[in-house]
């Protein structure tokens, strides 16, 4: 894994957070990356992993439930 593709969450285009959520470390939202979006994985925006892909993350109702009940919307 190279450090320059690892990023947290927070500061990625593939997170998926609530409408009104903030942007923080304990917020949860959807990975809604195209590999791993059949595992709806929930994560943390202080998790991170190295398919990071800098950006603003999107925003979805039903980001955060357990299940994810929202689509990815990019």
Not at 17 to 32: F, R
Not at 34 to 58: I, M, W
């Amino acid at each position: 894994m190279t450090e320059k593709r690892w990023g947290e969450c927070k500061n990625c285009e593939w997170w998926q957070i609530e409408p009104e959520a903030a942007i923080d470390n304990q917020t949860m939202g959807l990975c809604i990356d195209e590999n791993l979006q059949s595992y709806q994985l929930l994560v943390s925006g202080e998790s991170g992993c190295n398919r990071f892909s800098k950006g603003t993350p999107a925003h979805a109702k039903g980001s955060s439930s357990r299940p994810p009940t929202s689509k990815p919307s990019r």
